[in-house]
């Protein structure tokens, strides 16, 4: 960060990240999610652009929903946002008796079929319901897990990131040149491997899928590794419950068969895993992030990280 107004800019982001966390974080749950749903609110009402995105992607999704449905959802949302905040803060400081208490599970023996094989597994998920829960979740249930994730801009952030990430157990490793040999290493040692396969980005491998009835860019490296290593696909997911616990529901695996450069099969991997997430957010369509740009990218404009 060699540029003073790229570090200024920066530390009017981590400085009062780190002064919410360390107050947030001694708060009770019950108090920090008030805070959290005023936050949402507040963020709604500021962030236009998010909005207005948020608003064409519902419309999109959702086409036989009127604007007035279509916005209360949008509100519905920004709260489960605020509230995904608050939980945050709960997490940096939460026992694992704690996130077991307030977040159920089911479907784990998917996973443990998997390692009984001595291989692990890969899971693969979106960003529905609160995902640092789920790791968290998971990790608190004794299950390995080694998390793909993408560098935070701002190294310091990163470290903060990668602490509550670790807090439960899970390996956490950036992508990069490294990134595939550590994650296969990391099946190879019996561990769950954890992607979130439903953003649109440009500068890694990734196939056109379905997505909502539209062509949407979509990471590929989850089919990949599966194909490479031999391992299940098992898509899992955390939802919010009205009482304000959590579940996490891990799915039977998906059935494939190919090899890792066979396009086809990475290709019918990659939309099986797209459609899973697809179901969860028509599921729970509060629980996902509308305003990322999903479908920025179109057949017409390859990105460079095409197969």
């Known amino acids: 960060m060699g540029d003073p107004l790229r570090r ?3 530390d009017l982001v981590y400085y009062p990240f780190r002064l919410l966390l360390a107050t947030g974080s001694r708060l009770p749950l019950a108090l920090t999610r008030q805070l959290g749903i005023a936050a949402g ?3 709604l009402a500021l962030a236009a652009t998010d909005r207005r995105r948020a608003r064409e992607h519902l419309a ?4 036989e929903m009127t604007d007035t449905e279509r916005d209360i959802l949008l509100r519905r949302t920004a709260r489960h946002l605020g509230l995904m905040l608050a939980e945050v803060l709960w997490l ?5 008796e704690g996130v077991r208490s307030r977040v159920t599970m089911s479907g784990a023996e998917h996973l443990e079929a998997a390692r009984e ?3 692990g597994a890969v899971l693969v998920t979106g960003h529905c319901g609160n995902w640092e829960l789920m790791n968290a979740r998971l990790g608190a249930g004794s299950i390995p897990m080694s998390i793909a994730v993408r560098e935070i801009y701002d190294p310091r952030l990163h470290d903060v990131a990668t602490a509550l990430r670790a807090r439960f157990g899970a390996q956490v490793i950036s992508r990069g040149p490294t990134a595939g040999r550590r994650l296969v290493a990391a099946l190879l040692a019996n561990r769950v491997v954890g992607l979130l396969v439903d953003q649109d980005i440009r500068d890694i491998p990734g196939v056109f899928v379905p997505f909502f009835g539209r062509p949407a860019w979509t990471p590929s490296g989850a089919a990949q590794l599966a194909l490479r290593a031999r391992v299940p696909v098992v898509p899992a997911f955390i939802s919010r419950r009205a009482d304000g616990s959590h579940h996490v529901e891990a799915q039977p695996p998906i059935e ?3 090899e890792p450069g066979d396009a086809d099969a990475v290709a019918r991997l990659t939309a099986e895993a797209t459609a899973a997430i697809e179901r969860q957010i028509r599921a729970h369509p509060e629980q996902w992030v509308w305003m990322h740009r999903r479908w920025r990218t179109q057949p017409q404009e390859q990105p460079q990280g095409q197969e």
């Open 117 to 119: 094989r001595g291989r």
């Open 60 to 63: 999109l999704a959702f086409p």
């Open 8 to 10: 200024v800019r920066h």
């Open 256 to 258: 494939h068969a190919g």
């Open 41 to 43: 609110r507040l963020s």
């Open 92 to 96: 940096w400081r939460a026992s694992p």
